[in-house]
């Protein structure tokens, strides 16, 4: 008897050479989650858990090929983005996720943790991004400097209203860049605070925690989950990883990101 397929969810993200972040993380978190992961190559990176040396854009026209090559023989359940380099990039994800209509998480990457930049044409990628994709997601996953850098907004509760003008379903603004020992996450729906989650800060720097964030969220709504479920899910696989993190070079931890989900 063949076991019944999978979840899928088709990710769009960066490789980390390094293990940490991008496509390595997102895909240890979907298995983790019992969803495959049919990962498109965005950009390649030189990098590992002390610094970003080089990002490359993969041609806009790859990335399309990937994704074309995927979808004549897959059938997927989400998708999910993670770096996104440049407009090139973002019009043909939007190109091929507008007529799929499913449910797409936005973690709008712009930076590594550690704040390096991964992008080059920074404002006209920030209006790619508001104008096409925004309005295509099911939930956006800014922590509070890329929610500022998509809105020009000081405050939480500003930022998710002007995102959700933009179109977003559901806003998570992750509160880990804000100070204080407690971390306090805020779920909207459209410009509404639907619910906060708040969890005590871990000592330490992390690398690639984003990442698996969105992508275990992802998770959960390939799987049937509603929205708030998969986000309170995705959290506390989240935590468990961090708490269970690991070095496996010199500087930030990798989340153990192979915990039951």
């Not at 293990?19 to 240890?28: K, P, V």
């Not at 590992?48 to 990335?63: D, M």
Request: aromatic content about 4%; overall charge negative; glycine content about 10%.
């Amino acid at each position: 008897m063949s076991p019944a397929p999978r979840p899928a969810v088709l990710v769009f993200a960066g490789h980390d050479p390094s293990g940490g972040a991008g496509l390595i993380a997102d895909i240890q978190a979907l298995a983790a989650h019992g969803t495959h992961a049919a990962g498109i190559v965005t950009a390649l990176t030189v990098q590992n858990t002390r610094r970003l040396e080089h990002s490359e854009p993969v041609a806009a026209e790859l990335v399309r090929a990937q994704a074309r090559c995927v979808l004549e023989d897959s059938h997927f359940h989400a998708i999910k983005t993670g770096l996104l380099p440049t407009c090139e990039t973002v019009h043909v994800v939007a190109e091929l996720a507008g007529p799929l209509r499913l449910p797409l998480v936005l973690d709008p990457v712009q930076a590594t943790d550690a704040g390096e930049s991964l992008v080059a044409e920074g404002p006209r990628l920030r209006e790619c991004l508001r104008a096409e994709l925004v309005p295509l997601a099911v939930l956006v996953t800014p922590n509070f400097p890329e929610a500022r850098w998509l809105t020009g907004q000081d405050d939480a509760d500003h930022q998710a209203r002007e995102l959700a003008r933009m179109g977003a379903g559901h806003i998570l603004i992750k509160g880990t860049h804000q100070p204080g020992e407690t971390i306090v996450h805020r779920l909207y729906r459209g410009g509404t605070l639907l619910r906060c989650f708040s969890e005590s800060r871990l000592a330490g720097r992390f690398h690639g925690s984003g990442c698996a964030l969105a992508s275990a969220i992802a998770a959960g709504l390939a799987r049937g989950d509603d929205l708030e479920t998969a986000v309170a899910g995705g959290l506390a696989y989240s935590r468990a990883s961090l708490e269970r993190a690991y070095r496996a070079g010199r500087d930030q931890w990798i989340p153990e990101r192979v915990v039951p989900g």
